[in-house]
């Protein structure tokens, strides 16, 4: 049997997905900046996915952008924002748990000198609000906090976040990796008072290489991208036709019976942590279960590392994360995990299942029958 439990890294795309990019590819090939039949014709599939994902999201078809995913979308808002808003001020909040792909920026923003400011989280992976509350000065121009952790599943406050930021800055920015959560949640930027948000295409069974941001249309963002000016001139480069149609499809499959998926999921995640709970020497990180993302369970095996246990696993067919897949080529100590107080031990034995519609309970149970024969193995072996 194989049973993949790494879709926090990646998803396969839906057949319908699929089918679309391929015609895309094969038949509807036109660029849309041409302006015969073939470029009208690609043009088509970039307004169908706009209106899709205005529709989700309740926003206005001119606030969604196209990007090349969610990294290039967390760098846009966060460099682009700074960039536009230097004048109102230089410091910049983050959560000490973001992602590598907004800590970086937010790194580089620094070296500008721009100050950055990181919260801390809670045993839970959740922020500290009175934290962020006595950080929320008159020069904060940006605020990113993400929505659903990539490795533990904590879900933040985004609501109770972005209500405080405008009553304390109402001039700074509110920006949301919602790469983890689009397509789990029905999410309102409006309603959340967010200004800018991210999402990915390949987390929600889309294509590799595409995504969006969405920027509120009062939102001052200048470009990273400059050239043939596509986009209102905000994002220039050829559209990524393919990419983009199979985007919107993805995002209308998520987003159908949307409650019912992810009802799913959180059966299938409570059925693993179960199983774990009945293993010595396990430890399960993050909110309780029904309070964090429904498709994210990380928990350390002790006495075996994250990297020999993810081998044995997948030498029986079963494929799971030692961590972000964006960063697991060159592994350290996870600063969430650190972040949330993790001993030595419980960092280096860390595992993360991540979890899909598709996933059953056949895939779970041998998942679990597997860590029983395995585990008590690769500790005697380790003691030696």
Not at 68 to 74: K, R
Not at 115 to 144: F, K, N, Q
Request: some cysteine; hydrophobic content about 40%; aromatic content about 6%.
């Amino acid at each position: 049997m194989e049973v993949y439990l790494d879709h926090s890294a990646t998803t396969r795309c839906y057949e319908k997905v699929k089918e679309i990019v391929v015609k895309t590819m094969m038949e509807d090939y036109g660029n849309p900046s041409s302006l015969h039949r073939k470029g009208v014709e690609a043009e088509k599939y970039l307004k169908k996915t706009s209106e899709t994902l205005a529709e989700i999201l309740k926003v206005q078809e001119k606030e969604i952008f196209f990007t090349s995913g969610g990294t290039e979308s967390n760098n846009w808002a966060l460099t682009g924002a700074a960039m536009a808003n230097h004048r109102w001020g230089n410091r910049i909040i983050i959560s000490q748990i973001e992602h590598a792909a907004v800590a970086a920026p937010a790194a580089h923003l620094e070296e500008l000198g721009f100050e950055v400011v990181r919260i801390p989280v809670d045993p839970r992976g959740v922020i500290r609000l009175d934290v962020l509350r006595e950080a929320l000065t008159p020069d904060t121009i940006l605020v990113s906090v993400m929505y659903v952790n990539n490795e533990i599943g904590s879900l933040e406050p985004v609501a109770e976040i972005g209500e405080m930021v405008k009553e304390k800055c109402p001039h700074a920015y509110f920006h949301v990796d919602a790469i983890q959560a689009f397509g789990k949640y029905r999410i309102y930027p409006r309603r959340l008072q967010v200004d800018l948000l991210s999402a990915s295409g390949h987390k929600i069974h889309g294509p590799k290489g595409i995504g969006f941001l969405y920027a509120g249309e009062k939102v001052r963002l200048h470009p990273l991208i400059f050239g043939g000016g596509q986009q209102n001139g905000m994002r220039s480069g050829t559209d990524n036709v393919s990419g983009i149609a199979g985007l919107g499809e993805a995002a209308r499959i998520s987003y159908e019976r949307l409650e019912g998926k992810t009802e799913h999921m959180r059966a299938m995640k409570c059925r693993l942590a179960e199983g774990l709970s009945g293993l010595e020497r396990i430890v399960i990180h993050g909110m309780p279960l029904e309070e964090g993302a429904p498709h994210i369970l990380n928990a350390s095996v002790l006495g075996i590392r994250s990297e020999v246990l993810l081998h044995a696993l997948e030498d029986k067919g079963i494929y799971v994360s030692a961590g972000s897949a964006c960063s697991s080529h060159k592994r350290g100590s996870s600063a969430t995990l650190t972040a949330i107080g993790c001993s030595r031990e419980e960092l280096d034995s860390a595992i993360r299942f991540s979890l899909a519609e598709e996933t059953t309970p056949e895939e779970i149970d041998y998942t679990l029958e597997t860590l029983r024969s395995l585990v008590p193995v690769l500790r005697r072996y380790t003691r030696r």
